[in-house]
T-cell receptor, first 114, second 112 residues
Framework: DGGITQSPKYLFRKEGQNVTLSCEQNLNHDAMYWYRQDPGQGLRLIYYSQIVNDFQKGDIAEGYSVSREKKESFPLTVTSAQKNPTAFYLC?????????????FGDGTRLSIL | KQEVTQIPAALSVPEGENLVLNCSFTDSAIYNLQWFRQDPGKGLTSLLLIQSSQREQTSGRLNASLDKSSGRSTLYIAASQPGDSATYLCAARTDSWGKLQFGAGTQVVVTP
């Protein structure tokens, strides 16, 4: 089955620790995105990538980092510089880079502070 | 900066009633508008996407309209069922590469 797989489903971070959220897609999509969702709020864009080895900051990139070494993978690292990391993180992908096609989402990773 | 608003934040309807969900945006210069469904603790499921040149899109019991001049989109769900209970989000595409600006969503409960 084609789709977007996010892991783990739940993640806990200790003070001063970096954690990495995995996002893998087998849809052969060019564009990939990371969003953060807080309770009662819409999604906010963290980073996006339109092509391998290229990525751009979104609206709330501070305290986060990404890489795009393979077309199918777009991992997100939440660094210790992100002081309020508790949120629901969603990865999305789209077949084209122009935004004319819909974005499709994974099932998310819920990150909490220990 | 584009702002997307969904009012009300929550609504409850009896089964069988038609659902009308509203989405408004402040800048009419959008490329397209997408409607999503989100179940508790889950990711988003794409429902409909309306390009800026279109007035509406339909899929089964779902119909979405777009009026750029007034900054509004409406999602209609005919003959609601308990399985339609979820949060519905709209998102406007604001850039040439595909950036989406999301509303906070409308939480829908359909009672049997």
């Amino acid at each position: 089955d084609g789709g977007i797989t996010q892991s783990p489903k739940y993640l806990f971070r200790k003070e001063g620790q970096n954690v990495t959220l995995s996002c893998e897609q087998n849809l052969n999509h060019d564009a990939m995105y990371w969003y953060r969702q807080d309770p009662g709020q819409g999604l906010r864009l963290i980073y996006y990538s339109q092509i391998v080895n290229d990525f751009q900051k979104g609206d709330i990139a501070e305290g986060y980092s990404v890489s795009r070494e393979k077309k199918e993978s777009f991992p997100l690292t939440v660094t210790s510089a992100q002081k309020n990391p508790t949120a629901f993180y969603l990865c999305a992908s789209s077949i084209d880079r122009t935004g004319r096609q819909p974005q499709h989402f994974g099932d998310g990773t819920r990150l909490s502070i220990l | 900066k584009q702002e997307v608003t969904q009012i009300p934040a929550a609504l409850s309807v009896p089964e069988g009633e038609n659902l009308v969900l509203n989405c408004s945006f402040t800048d009419s210069a959008i490329y397209n508008l997408q409607w999503f469904r989100q179940d508790p603790g889950k990711g988003l499921t794409s429902l409909l996407l309306i390009q800026s040149s279109q007035r509406e899109q339909t899929s089964g019991r779902l119909n979405a309209s777009l009026d750029k001049s007034s900054g509004r989109s409406t999602l209609y769900i005919a003959a609601s069922q308990p399985g339609d209970s979820a949060t519905y989000l709209c998102a406007a595409r604001t850039d040439s590469w595909g950036k989406l600006q999301f509303g906070a969503g409308t939480q829908v409960v359909v009672t049997p």
